[in-house]
């Protein structure tokens, strides 16, 4: 007996269950286990027919919010089914493990050297390696950039104890970086109008102790392109001036998967000669499933020889760069089925249609009245943010909207822009592959009811005539 859990099609996403085993036979809700509360701070003495605790724990996830409607996450929700397959194949398969798992190893590093020819990293060599995600790319392209530092300073003799990264409204990984490995984060507060770091703030900032800049290629919070190509100029500039050499890196934890196809003249990668160091998420716009990011240097002599560790015990005599060690190998695998399966056509139309319904939902959000778009999808991410015209005047906060639209199942979020921007309140949506442009029109729907309903006289309630129960 099959038990309803078995979703196909689009909407099956990362969460298809295959319940084909015989053991599901038992009905979970007549189980010992199900006639009482759930264990949940002592393991149970005995164990339970594995179909029914698999039946029970997913109608426990059933609670969980819908992943298809979180227009919140850059991350994927979206996955063939052939990569599903895949994955259950690989679930054995450890990253770390290259001796056992060569084939593992190798698809690791020819996803790494896609990723540099599409970054257009100079012929030679390349460095480069798979990790959990960005956060982890992060902290190593980050200790890259703080052990070639010291050295340096200890070379001329100076002193190498009070190291600053410079950067604008990052992601919480480079708050994180900075305060494990101890170094003093300097992010510049956003100009009144700007959407990330500028190269004119960048001269009063840096120093002789600066590591790095980190630069952003989708900024979290308003999906906007950093200037790369700016910053690097004004970095040279500084250079000249003063003498200081500081290298910049791009968290292209999104932007590394969409620039490449969707602005390809733009020039914020290995072609702008002092990045150093890129790091991108194959969970967000990779399209690959959570849990894979990588960090790709230049050329060797940017990565320290100190941060690779050759392990023996497992066999072989392999280098690995990383903070986790055992690691699952499967999300890699699924990485480099996306580009055999995509390639570079594929990649472009996916995003070009993301991008397009992500424009389409923004300029029905501006027809609407109350709103003013502050990103409307053109020239960066596919997404679309809009704040109040009017926050005084509107009857309603965007904090209203994003409860409102909860009960229809939809994640928007809303949130205060960075320092110093943050008395501006936004709304943004996220569109992947797997959110249609019909999807966005629902939601355009929904998001013009409840305004209606917002800006009712009493204060959001719901007219009866709408609210009558239909069947
Ligand atoms: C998501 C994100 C990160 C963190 O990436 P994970 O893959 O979730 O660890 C870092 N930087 C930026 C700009 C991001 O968007």
Redesign the pocket.
């Known amino acids: 007996m099959h038990r309803l859990r078995k979703e196909t099609g689009p909407m099956a996403a990362l969460h298809e269950v295959d319940t084909g085993d015989e053991k599901s036979a038992e009905d979970c809700y007549t189980t010992t286990l199900a006639s009482g509360d759930l264990p949940k701070r002592r393991m149970p003495e005995g164990g339970s027919p594995p179909g029914a605790v698999r039946d029970l724990i997913l109608d426990e996830l059933a609670l969980d919010g819908n992943a298809s409607q979180n227009l919140a996450t ?2 994927s929700t979206f996955l063939d089914h052939e990569a599903h397959e895949l994955m259950a194949v690989c679930i054995d398969k450890n990253m770390v493990d290259k001796d056992e798992y060569p084939q593992t190893a190798e698809i690791e590093n020819r996803c790494v050297h896609i990723l540099a020819d599409l970054w257009n990293a100079p012929a030679g060599p390349t460095v480069g390696t798979s990790t ?5 790319a ?1 902290m190593l392209a980050g200790l890259a950039l703080k052990w070639r530092w010291r050295a340096a300073r200890r070379a001329a003799g100076k002193p190498a104890d009070r190291p600053n990264l410079v950067c604008g409204p ?2 919480v ?1 480079w708050e994180k970086f900075a305060r494990y490995f101890d170094v003093e984060l300097r992010q510049v507060p956003v100009l009144p109008d700007a959407t990330g770091l500028r190269p004119e703030q960048l001269r009063a900032n840096v120093d002789e102790n600066t590591i790095g800049v980190v630069g ?1 290629l ?3 919070y308003t999906c906007d392109y950093e200037p790369i190509k700016e910053l690097a100029a004004e970095l040279d500039a500084i250079q000249d001036d003063t003498g200081l050499d500081i290298p910049l890196h791009v ?1 292209a ?2 932007g590394g998967f969409v620039a490449p196809f969707l602005q390809p003249a733009l020039e914020w990668d290995f072609r702008v000669p002092r990045v150093a160091s890129i790091n991108a ?1 194959g ?2 716009y990779g399209m690959a499933p959570l849990g894979v ?1 990588f960090v790709v240097w230049r050329s060797p002599e940017l990565l320290p020889e100190d941060l690779v560790f050759r392990v023996r015990y497992l066999g072989g005599n392999m280098p690995t760069l990383a903070l986790n060690f055992s690691r699952p190998g499967g999300q890699v695998i699924a990485q480099y089925f996306n580009f055999l399966r995509h390639g570079h056509d594929g990649y472009t139309k996916i995003y070009e249609i993301a991008s397009e319904a992500g424009q389409a939902l923004g300029r029905r959000i501006a027809e609407m009245g109350p709103f003013e778009l502050v990103y409307d999808g053109k020239g960066a991410l596919p997404a679309v943010s809009w704040k109040l015209k009017e926050p005084d005047k509107a009857g309603f906060t965007l904090y209203d909207l994003t409860d409102r639209l909860r009960t229809r199942g939809w994640q928007v979020p809303a949130y205060p822009l960075p320092a110093d921007r943050q008395d501006t309140v936004i709304q943004r949506v996220l569109v992947r592959h797997g959110i249609s442009r019909d999807k966005l029109e629902l939601l355009g729907d929904d998001v013009e009811r409840e305004v209606k309903r917002l800006q009712a006289a009493d204060g959001g309630s719901v007219a009866p005539q709408e609210a009558g129960f239909h069947h």
């Open positions: 850059f991350c959990t995600g960005s956060s982890e992060a990052v992601q990984c952003i989708g900024v979290t968290d934890a999104s998420s969970h967000k990011g």
